[in-house]
Each structure stands twice: as C-alpha cells, then as structure tokens.
C-alpha cells in the first residue's frame, strides 16, 4: 500500500470524507489511522476496511480515537473488520468518546487512554419514515435490533444491571481509571474462557478412539 501523506481532518455531521491511514515505514507493519469527529457513513472506513483484511499476524493498526460518536450502522463495517482481521488493532482514546465510539474502544485488541479521556454509554436514538404500517414495523424490528447489539458489545463491560438500565434510557459516564479497570477486567474473562475452550478442544483431540468389537462370521463348512 502506497504511503499517506494526507492528515485526517475532523468530521462534523455536515463532513464525511473517507479517513486515511498511514504506513510508517520505519516500523515495518505499523499502519496509523485518525477517527476523529462524527461518525455517519461506512464510506469513512473504506480505507481503514481495505487495510485490515490484508494484515498479517504480525502487522499492527493504531486508531486514534475521539469521537462523540454517530450512526451505529455506519460503524459496523469498521467493527466487523476489526473483529476478523488477523492483525492487532491498538485503539488509543483521548479526549471525549461517545456512543457509538465507545464501541470502537471495546473492540480493540489492546488500549490506551489519556489523562483528560472521558466516556459516555447510552442507548442510543434512531429515526424511522413512511406510512403507518411500515414505521411500525421498523420500529418494533429497530428496537430489538439495537438492544441485541448493544447487550453484545457491553456484556462483561457493564453488570447485567447496568445494562438494563442504559437500555431504559440511564446515561453512563466514567473517566479513565474506571474505563481501564472494567475494560482490562473484560480482557482477562475473554482470555480465561479462551483459554478453557482451548483446553477443552485440545482434552477432546488426544481423548483414545473407542474400537468396536470385531465380530467373527462362523465359517461356512461344505456339506
């Protein structure tokens, strides 16, 4: 991949050109990315996108994140790449992250997090048009929608609790102590149930095959 000179700008809702990624050539592997401002087009990550499905184990991407958030679908391209890519994704948070940001934050392989970061969870707001019938039935599909991809995104994140309570409509805040707690917290569950499912699959694999009995055929004696 050609080498990006181009800074990535801030994006307002009004503004939503794709973001460039960096190659620093000086660390063989290590690509740069800047997801700064609103979020409210999948044609923003096209680059980014591109970038992890070509990695390599040993490649790295560093997003610098903040970000008060913005469309939910227009993340999960970005969200999707980042859960397959066979790279590592380094997610650097600084300044104020909101909403849909805050999942771009929990999906990165590794973190880090300024002194002044700050974090807001909420249930999020969506908006539905058309006759009567079809804004009823996107609406009962939207709801459920959502909440399925939110409980999946903060569970072991926030307490079964807390979850509920942001799905009522309650607005989480923390700074960052409380986010590196509960977040390198997550890692370590994630990890142990990765390592149990490992030793399961392995238990499973050097388990002795069982022989079926051999069966003798009486010998067929000519008259």
């Keep these: 991949m050609s080498k990006q000179t181009k800074q990535a700008g801030s994006y307002t809702e009004e503004m ?19 997801l700064f401002g609103y979020i409210n087009s999948p044609a923003q990550f096209s680059q980014i996108v591109t970038v992890l499905n070509n990695m390599r184990p040993d490649d790295e991407l560093v997003i610098n994140l903040c970000s008060l958030g913005g469309s ?9 790449a980042i859960n397959k890519t066979e790279g590592n994704v380094h997610i650097c948070a600084t300044g104020s992250n909101a909403s849909a940001s805050t999942l771009v934050l929990l999906s990165g392989h590794s973190f880090e997090l300024s002194e002044d ?36 995104h903060y569970q072991g994140f926030l307490s079964d609790f807390e979850i509920e309570e942001m799905l009522k409509g ?4 923390m700074g960052p102590e409380e986010w590196y707690n509960r977040a390198t917290s997550r890692i370590e569950k994630m990890q142990a149930a990765l390592a149990e499912m490992q030793k399961a699959e392995e238990k499973a694999a050097r388990k002795p095959r069982i022989k079926k009995p051999l069966t003798l055929v009486p010998e067929n004696k000519s008259a």
């Design 16 to 34: 939503s050109e794709e973001i460039q990624v960096q190659f620093f050539q000086n660390k063989s592997g290590t690509y740069v990315a800047d």
């Design 72 to 80: 939910l679908s227009a993340i999960s391209s970005l969200l999707h």
């Design 117 to 152: 970061f700050e974090a807001l969870i909420h249930n999020g707001s969506f908006g539905i048009g058309g006759n009567f019938n079809e804004m009823r039935v996107q609406a009962n599909f939207a709801l459920g929608h959502m909440e399925k991809i939110l409980r999946n």
């Design 170 to 173: 309650v607005d989480i805040v």
